[in-house]
């Protein structure tokens, strides 16, 4: 529960003259049909922002480009930059608990020796936790979540039912003469830095000799793989389906589509955008903030783009 003038210092609105009017207790956010007084909704448009403003709503983020506009008077609108951003700011405000999150481990959760918890730290049904797990305060894991021994995950982190985390890598030596596979140790140790989010049946494996690490606020969708040895940036975002194999390099703010490939040892530089079903080979090195890469091999937008076009006009 919060008042507008709560709101507005939420998301970083300057509360003088832009906040007026009776204060209003507000409770949740709202899609535009169905507001009430209680709710906080957003605007992208001057379009939508008429919308907002006819609506029950008690108050609206809407986008700072139409300040001077037919609601400039507007006592129930807050302006911002970025309303979208804005309204899943609030949105998590909001869902948050007044005073110390209580934390507990389900009845049914399986927890190793010497396993650190934090507070606030939520274990949900059919967790397993291996020997020696850190876990820091404030997370949630839910529905048979695994967590291997040697594992390391930081304040406020969210895994997603059925998620593994530390399982061993996929590392094998050959013998020559024979044919004969032999696994390489993987004895490293997986590192989950604070704030990431971990979706549904993904798996993340520890490092061989070393350690995988997973920068803070780095979001992980469903069904993804991350490989032995991998480092994944902060701020990170990875689709559905995405594999990452081995000892490759996702850097910061990366953007990754779904089901992305990345070959072992591979490089995908800070802002890079890689496109839905993009692939990149083993050893390569994607760079360039911003820049978007697409195709099989992997390669920029517009160079994939004139391709297609080539391949058409045959």
Same mark, same amino acid.
């Given at each position: 529960m919060a008042k507008r003038t709560e709101v507005a210092a939420w998301v970083g609105a300057e509360v003088a003259g832009e906040v007026g009017g009776p204060e209003m207790e507000l409770v949740r956010v709202s899609g535009l049909e169905g507001a009430t007084a209680d709710a906080v909704v957003f605007a992208m448009d001057a379009v939508t922002l008429a919308k907002a403003v006819a609506s029950g709503a008690g108050l609206v983020l809407g986008p700072r480009k139409e300040r001077e506009g037919a609601f400039a008077g507007e006592a129930r609108v807050v302006w911002v930059g970025d309303p979208r951003y804005a309204f899943a700011v609030v949105g998590k405000k909001l869902g948050e608990p007044a005073g110390e999150r209580e934390g507990w481990i389900h009845a049914t959760a399986v927890v190793g020796r010497e396993v650190s918890i934090g507070a606030g730290t939520r274990v949900g049904p059919g967790v397993v936790l291996g020997d020696g797990v850190r876990i820091g305060r404030d997370c949630e894991l839910m529905a048979r979540v695994v967590v291997y021994a040697g594992t390391e995950l930081g304040d406020g982190v969210v895994v997603q039912a059925g998620a593994v985390l530390g399982a061993t890598g996929f590392g094998?030596? #050959?013998?020559?003469? %024979?044919?004969?596979?032999?696994?390489?140790?993987?004895? !490293? #140790?997986?590192?989950? /830095? @604070?704030?990431?989010?971990? =979706?549904?049946? %993904?798996?993340?494996?520890? $490092?061989?000799?070393? /350690?995988? #690490?997973? =920068? #803070?606020?780095? +979001?992980? @969708?469903?069904?993804? *793989?991350?490989? *032995?040895?991998?480092?994944?940036? +902060?701020?990170?975002?990875?689709?559905?389906? %995405?594999?990452?194999?081995? &000892? &490759?390099?996702? /850097?910061? !703010?990366?953007?990754?589509?779904?089901?992305? !490939?990345? =070959?072992? *040892?591979? %490089?995908?530089?800070? =802002?890079?955008?890689?496109? $839905?079903?993009?692939?990149?080979?083993? $050893? +390569? +090195?994607?760079h360039g903030p911003g820049e978007v890469f697409w195709g099989r091999p992997a390669r920029p937008l517009k160079e994939y783009l004139r391709d297609l076009a080539r391949l058409k006009r045959r």
């Open positions: 094998y030596a #050959r013998n020559g003469a %024979t044919g004969e596979y032999v696994m390489f140790p993987q004895q !490293g #140790r997986l590192v989950v /830095e @604070d704030a990431v989010e971990i =979706g549904a049946n %993904t798996t993340i494996d520890r $490092g061989a000799l070393g /350690e995988t #690490r997973i =920068g #803070r606020g780095t +979001k992980i @969708d469903n069904l993804v *793989h991350v490989g *032995h040895n991998c480092l994944i940036g +902060k701020n990170v975002v990875i689709a559905a389906q %995405t594999g990452i194999s081995g &000892s &490759s390099v996702v /850097e910061d !703010g990366a953007i990754l589509g779904g089901q992305v !490939g990345i =070959g072992e *040892h591979a %490089t995908v530089g800070a =802002g890079v955008i890689l496109g $839905g079903g993009a692939g990149v080979l083993s $050893g +390569k +090195k994607m």
